[in-house]
């Protein structure tokens, strides 16, 4: 790239090419509501990005272009190289990082506009120092948030909730700090404090730890869109800062987009997102349903299973994290198809919070070719179920949970679930008896009309379709 | 840009992505995800612009960081999407015909 700074910042041919720029994210978003179009979309978007960096490049002011060549070949390696090698049972935490390293560039492109201020000398504008220190707020929660979150779904640290004693206390105490002291380097403006800009963002950083450690691993979709939420708005702020319209506008609908998520999958669990967040979920209950009594269930082999679905007529496979942690959608896949040369009809029961980000599932099924059109959501099934003969859970606990319906002492009281209690039979296949991310006890696997079948996921599934074929 | 101006625009943008992305189905949630991660690496502009400013050591430091984050958002978010869209986009219909002969599927 030849630094020619044509473009004046500000001026009208930059904010020309940026308005190109977010018109052309607004119609890739807009492909994305069909998967048809989605392909297209995605292009279409990152034209819309090439259009604002080069833009930018060309600006007048550009410079330290050996910096800038160094930031670019990491960042567009690492990028690449994780994009191509990532699994796709490994998605959420891959979202997980992108948000969190978004989110830093946010915070440590704040940190670095109030240094500017400090060298331009005399008063920062407070309409350009307030959204530098909302963007360095929100970036450097949502860096260390992801980052916590990333550790989770990775399985470095226990996904099970950690709590802290005192932790709501702790919590608003840094929440109230960090407004305090972002008030006070507002009115002390000539020039503001690089110290307590740098508290801020280790209070920050450390309410973003506290967050996201205590919550359990069932919830982890919510998080995953609050922090993509965060990490747009924190970008929206930076825009404000910099007087950058293409990122106000770009971030502005990834913080829709992350807050439209978040708010679906808290209504999929029933919960508010305030709930989520401070309840710790999982946590107390658990030791009650850990200590409950032996209960009696009904244990298969595959080649009963194999019989139970031969000769139905109409199967639906509810699949859930298990089966992705276990890479089983290929073998469950070729399950599937030995049923449909049998003529049997296999759908496939897709909770909103199956996996661990909104719509994993749905991805792991289109990978191992699963029919986009045999992907049935959950108030689309449900009222299918009693029709239904056999319902295969792979994988899934607590969406299959009756208590949920039934017990309102229940810790998932309320939470919608695929009620596959009212299918004519319940296959499980599971490797033990053990409680999903919620801690509880799953009633389902007591049921009269449950069989369980003790078997890792692929395994399973493969020795079932063989069964079937050989029936 | 005045400050009511950028706020105008901000609010504006509110609106049109809660009118775009809700219409987007549960289905293709995580690509959305994903491809929003690649929007977000608009930041990398903010890295550019600081960097071009930047004047000692700790400055270029942090700005080449910002720029490497923003780039590692733009150059993964938008290829992982593009790998994920593709799954979804192999549909082998012919196949699955010749699959359900027995009178699979509605």
Do not use: C
């Not at chain 1, 031969?310 to 070729?334: M, R, T």
């Not at chain 1, 299959?400 to 296949?429: H, R, Y």
């Amino acid at each position: 790239m030849i630094p020619l700074a044509v473009l004046k910042p500000g001026g009208d041919a930059a904010t020309a090419l940026y308005i190109v720029s977010f018109s052309l994210f607004i119609i890739g978003l807009k492909q994305g509501t069909h998967p048809s179009t989605a392909r297209r979309g995605n292009k279409i978007a990152a034209v819309g990005m090439a259009v604002a960096v080069v833009t930018t490049l060309l600006l007048d002011g550009m410079g330290n272009w050996g910096f800038i060549a160094i930031g670019l070949a990491i960042g567009g390696a690492v990028g690449a190289y994780a994009s191509i090698r990532v699994k796709m049972t490994e998605m959420p935490q891959m979202v997980a990082l992108y948000n969190g390293v978004g989110g830093g560039a946010v915070a440590l492109i704040a940190w670095s506009e109030i240094r500017h201020g400090i060298h331009i000398g005399g008063a920062m504008p407070l309409e350009e120092l307030i959204p530098t220190l909302l963007a360095g707020i929100i970036g450097s929660i949502s860096f260390w948030g992801s980052n916590i979150a990333f550790a989770k779904l990775q399985d470095l640290i226990p996904t099970r909730p950690l709590a802290v004693p005192g932790q709501q206390i702790i919590n608003a105490v840094l929440g109230i700090g960090v407004i305090v002291l972002a008030v006070i380097i507002a009115i002390n403006n000539e020039p503001p404090s690089q110290f307590l800009f740098i508290l801020i963002l280790i209070a920050a950083a450390i309410l973003g730890n506290l967050v996201v450690l205590p919550i359990g691993g069932a919830d982890m979709p919510v998080v995953i869109s609050m922090l993509n939420a965060f990490t747009g708005l924190s970008a929206a702020a930076a825009g404000f800062a910099l007087d950058n319209v293409a990122l106000i506008v770009a971030g502005t609908l990834v913080g829709s987009s992350g807050t439209i998520l978040t708010m679906e999958m808290a209504t999929a669990m029933n919960r508010s997102v305030a709930n989520i967040l401070f309840s710790g979920f999982g946590g107390a209950p658990a030791a009650v349903a850990g200590s409950g009594e032996q209960r009696p269930v009904t244990s298969i082999g595959a080649q009963d299973a194999a019989i139970k679905l031969a000769y139905a007529d109409n199967v639906v496979i509810v699949p859930g994290y298990g089966l992705a942690v276990a890479q089983a959608q290929h073998a469950v896949k070729e399950m599937a198809n030995q049923l449909e040369k049998r003529g049997v009809t296999v759908n496939y029961a897709i909770h909103p919070v199956a996996g661990r980000m909104p719509g994993h599932m749905n991805v792991l099924l289109a990978e191992a070719d699963v029919p986009y059109e045999n992907l049935k959501e959950m108030d689309e099934i449900n009222p299918e179920m009693p029709r239904v003969d056999v319902a295969v859970v792979i994988g899934a606990n607590d969406v299959t949970n009756p208590a949920a319906k039934n017990d309102p002492n229940s810790p998932i009281a309320g939470m919608p679930i695929i009620e596959v209690s009212e299918a004519n039979e319940v296959i499980v296949i599971k490797r033990s008896l053990s409680t999903g991310f919620a801690g509880i006890d799953n009633d389902l696997f007591y049921e009269p009309n449950t069989s369980m079948l003790f078997a890792d996921a692929k395994a399973a599934a493969s020795e079932v379709a063989a069964e079937i074929e050989n029936l | 840009m005045s400050l009511f101006t950028e706020f105008a625009i901000f609010v504006l943008a509110i609106f049109v992505g809660f009118e775009v992305i809700s219409k987007v189905p549960t289905t293709l949630h995580t690509p959305l995800m994903s491809q929003t991660n690649a929007i977000h690496g608009i930041v990398m502009l903010g890295g550019l612009i600081v960097l071009g400013y930047a004047g000692d050591g700790l400055e270029y430091l942090i700005g080449t960081i910002a720029v490497a984050f923003g780039a590692i958002n733009i150059v993964g978010g938008f290829l992982v999407t593009d790998r994920m869209l593709g799954m979804f986009a192999k549909k082998p219909k012919p196949k699955a015909d010749a699959d359900g002969k027995g009178g699979t599927g509605k």
